[in-house]
């Protein structure tokens, strides 16, 4: 999925289902409907807002209809600026705190962002 998305000219092909499996090349264009640029660097900070309306759905069917906000919800491009990003948290009294190994990793690198996925911040 992510090749046809990086390289949206291979879903013009006449047999790209059978060189991609057919849910990969629906859930490409559907992705790809919403990013009009396309992907590249100049993304949404907090990630594509179709992918993260996509996410939140979801976890609102995961949850049994437990409400989730795309806006809540930040895509990084990795675990390892998961901890500078989410140390701003730790201090909000209506959050969940992060586990102590991660306490830990966040208190080595400077904060890069403040987040307002909690209501107290």
Do not use: H, N, Q
């Given at each position: 999925?992510?090749?046809?998305?990086?390289?949206?000219?291979?879903?013009?092909?006449?047999?790209?289902?059978?060189?991609?499996?057919?849910?990969?090349?629906?859930?490409?264009?559907?992705?790809?409907?919403g990013i009009p640029g396309g992907?590249?660097?100049?993304?949404?900070?907090?990630?594509?807002?179709?992918?993260r309306a996509s996410i939140a759905?979801?976890?609102?069917?995961?949850?049994?209809?437990?409400?989730?906000?795309?806006?809540?919800?930040?895509?990084?491009?990795?675990?390892?600026?998961?901890?500078?990003?989410?140390?701003?948290?730790?201090?909000?009294?209506?959050?969940?705190?992060l586990p102590p190994t991660v306490?830990?990793?966040?208190?080595?690198?400077?904060?890069?962002?403040?987040?307002?996925?909690?209501?107290?911040?």
């Amino acid at each position: 999925m992510l090749a046809l998305c990086e390289c949206p000219a291979l879903l013009e092909e006449p047999r790209v289902t059978e060189l991609f499996p057919p849910d990969a090349v629906e859930r490409a264009r559907t992705y790809l409907a919403g990013i009009p640029g396309g992907l590249g660097a100049y993304s949404e900070s907090a990630g594509v807002p179709s992918l993260r309306a996509s996410i939140a759905a979801a976890l609102v069917r995961r949850d049994g209809g437990v409400a989730a906000d795309p806006d809540d919800i930040l895509l990084i491009d990795g675990a390892l600026w998961a901890p500078p990003l989410s140390r701003p948290l730790l201090a909000a009294p209506r959050c969940r705190p992060l586990p102590p190994t991660v306490r830990a990793a966040a208190s080595l690198t400077p904060p890069i962002a403040l987040l307002s996925l909690c209501p107290t911040l």
